[in-house]
């Protein structure tokens, strides 16, 4: 069975499925045989995505398909080194499903308290459900500043749970490059590939530290 890494929400437009396909990308890099799940059945974000790489002739991060429930989803990872899971926008049973099973859940989160207190209600339910802490890890996403970075880390760190290194600022460039179904470490940009690449890697670090 291979590891299994969980992106999920209490609400849309966090970055969730643009940290998924940075991870997917990374994944694939280094050699691994990937699986992405997409649970979002109305919207396909991942699907659609990956449709736009192959059409542009970019590289394949591995097989994608879209599922309408957990189950059969997280049964792909007896075939896969990793599955990668791009839950639907908002939280539902079935999160807490995926949550039970993945190495990790990774929960991207804005940094206005409109998104971080959804999101750190949502990480006390998968702890209350049976996620370990060590589980569970919050990235910052969409920020423009360090001071905003700063708050916003220091917030979700005195609700007890861990801040991935790094931050996915908000950045042209990174929709740019996704619009063109490309990666967020593949922008025209070195200087914000770098910052995708921190990010990215912890979490890919923190996947692989058991």
């Known amino acids: 069975m291979g590891k299994i890494i969980a992106f999920v929400s209490q609400k849309g437009g966090v970055s969730k499925s643009t940290l998924a396909r940075g991870v997917s990308r990374e ?3 280094s050699g691994l045989n990937i699986k992405v799940a997409d649970l979002d059945t109305q ?7 990956h449709r736009i790489r192959l059409n542009n002739d970019y590289e394949p991060i591995g097989s994608v398909e879209i599922f309408s429930k957990a189950k059969e ?32 859940v990774i929960l991207p989160t804005c940094a206005s308290r409109d998104d971080l207190t959804p999101a750190i209600r949502l990480a006390h339910e998968l ?3 049976g996620t370990p802490n060590k589980d569970i890890a919050f990235a910052l996403t969409r920020v423009t500043t360090k001071a905003e970075i700063e708050d916003a880390r220091d917030f979700i760190q005195q609700s007890g749970f861990q801040v991935l290194e790094g ?9 740019q490059a996704q619009n063109e179904g ?10 914000l590939n770098e910052k995708a690449d921190t990010l990215l890697t912890s979490i890919i670090n923190l996947l692989l530290k058991d």
């Not at 919207?43 to 995505?49: A, H, I, L, V």
């Not at 931050?167 to 929709?175: I, P």
Request: glycine share 4%; no cysteine.
């Open 27 to 29: 994944a694939k890099k």
């Open 43 to 49: 919207q396909g974000t991942f699907n659609e995505w």
């Open 73 to 104: 989803a997280i049964k792909q990872s007896d075939h896969y080194d990793l599955l990668i899971i791009d839950g639907a926008a908002r939280a539902s049973a079935a999160t807490l499903e995926i949550a039970k099973v993945a190495d990790l």
């Open 127 to 129: 702890q209350k459900k």
């Open 167 to 175: 931050a996915l600022l908000q950045k042209h460039g990174y929709r």
């Open 182 to 191: 490309l990666a967020i470490t593949e922008t025209r940009y070195k200087s």
